[in-house]
Structure formats: structure tokens, C-alpha cells
């Protein structure tokens, strides 16, 4: 069935240095991937997102990469701040707008000052 | 602009008893979903609706969870009867459509059965 596999489950970093967290997924037919952030008792909120159609996406900090061929993208934030530190999920839907989202099981980072 | 809402944000009940979420919409949205998120997991969808009809429920465990949306805007999803593997929160989304829109989130109902 679908699945997503997010790595790693947890990442803690020194404010400035840069994380990635890595995804791949199972359905060839997935064509939007999202990234949510989600704060301790907050709601999951989209940081950035990519299509299939394009292999590279960047919004100051943060870029996510696909690789369509591996089936496998990820999320690179730079320059780290404390206020990054949340767990991030990544996603994976065969509709370009959303649709039945198949989410990664989560990375806790922490960005220690 | 309101965001989605959810209530209540916890409730506490015993196993066997009945329990329900209340989920309103971003104004003008017609897809609204409700997702499951247990503790250090990602969330799982339940159901989607496109206004009031329930186009994927899959994953609807239909033994003993029900929803619906009778005017196509807000939702409730109902358990009957609670167990105690229900733990968990319970997220409302919405977004304009299911093409070229993003899903936005409500706080969730975080619910405990004892």
C-alpha cells in the first residue's frame, strides 16, 4: 500500500548549522509532497510544498528537493534558529492539491543555542 | 480570517461510552477532512468530504466511528463506543478544493479513554 518513510526520527543541531530530513515514497502515481510543522500542542501548519513537475523549491531558509526517479525528496533548512526546533512531517498525495494526504511518521529537531 | 475550529480540544471519558468532535471549516471551503494522529505519529486520514458527501472513507473503522456534514460546512465525527486504543488527537482540515489547494489544519480534539 502507500508509505511514506521519513528519516531521521529526531535531529538536534547547533543554531546555524543546517538539517535535512530525508523521505522516500512507495507511489509512483504521488505527485504533491508537502511539509508540515508542528509545534508541541499546535496544529500542523505547511511550510512549503512541491509538484512533481518541478525539482527544486526554495523559500529563504528552507528548500525541499525531489527526486522523482528515487522516489525520494527532502527538506533542507539553513542557518538554523532556535525557533525552528518543532517536529516536521512530511507528505505525500497523488492529488496536486492534497487529497488523501500519506504522511512520514515525523523528525523532532531541536536547534540548541 | 477564523481559522478551522475545533471543540472541545480534550475530553477525558471511559471506555464503552460515546464521544463526539465538532469541526467548522474555513469560511468558503468545500473539502474538509478529518485525520487521526496518534502520540509520535503522523497524522492518518479517516475521511474527506467534498461538501456534504464523503468521497474516501476508507479508512473509517465504520464498526464504531460515524461522521457527517449535512450542510456541507461544519462536521462531527462520532465514536460509539469508545476503546481505550481511540487515545489519540483528532484533526480537522480543510481547503478550497482537492486540486491546487492547501490544507489547512484546526488544534486538533485530544481525547483519553480511561
Known amino acids: 500500500g502507500e508509505n511514506v518513510e521519513q528519516h531521521p526520527s529526531t535531529l538536534s543541531v547547533q543554531e546555524g548549522d543546517s538539517a535535512v530530513i530525508k523521505c522516500t515514497y512507495s507511489d509512483s502515481a504521488s505527485n504533491y509532497f508537502p511539509w508540515y510543522k508542528q509545534e508541541l500542542g499546535k496544529r500542523p501548519q505547511l511550510i512549503i510544498d512541491?509538484?512533481?513537475?518541478?525539482g527544486e523549491k526554495k523559500d529563504q531558509r528552507i528548500a525541499v528537493t525531489l527526486n522523482k526517479t528515487a522516489k525520494h525528496f527532502s527538506l533542507h533548512i539553513t542557518e538554523t534558529q532556535p525557533e525552528d526546533s518543532a517536529v516536521y512531517f512530511c507528505?505525500?498525495?497523488?492529488?496536486?492539491?492534497?487529497?488523501?494526504?500519506?504522511f512520514g511518521q515525523g523528525t523532532e529537531l531541536s536547534v540548541k543555542p | 480570517e477564523a481559522g478551522v475550529v475545533q471543540s472541545p480540544r480534550y475530553k477525558i471519558i471511559e471506555k464503552k461510552q460515546p464521544v463526539a468532535f465538532w469541526c467548522n471549516p474555513i469560511s468558503g471551503h468545500n473539502t474538509l477532512y478529518w485525520y487521526l494522529q496518534n502520540l509520535g505519529q503522523g497524522p492518518e486520514l479517516l475521511i474527506r468530504?467534498?461538501?456534504?458527501?464523503?468521497?474516501?472513507d476508507s479508512q473509517l473503522p465504520k464498526d464504531r466511528f460515524s461522521a457527517e456534514r449535512l450542510k456541507g460546512v461544519d462536521s462531527t465525527l462520532k465514536i460509539q463506543p469508545a476503546e481505550l486504543g481511540d487515545s489519540a488527537v483528532y484533526l480537522c482540515?480543510?481547503?478550497?478544493?482537492?486540486?491546487?489547494?492547501?490544507?489547512?489544519f484546526g488544534p486538533g480534539t485530544r481525547l483519553t479513554v480511561l
Open positions: 468530504y467534498e461538501n456534504e458527501e464523503a468521497v474516501d
Open positions: 507528505a505525500a498525495s497523488k492529488s496536486p492539491g492534497g487529497g488523501k494526504l500519506i
Open positions: 512541491i509538484r512533481s513537475n518541478v
Open positions: 482540515a480543510s481547503s478550497l478544493a482537492v486540486g491546487g489547494s492547501e490544507q489547512f
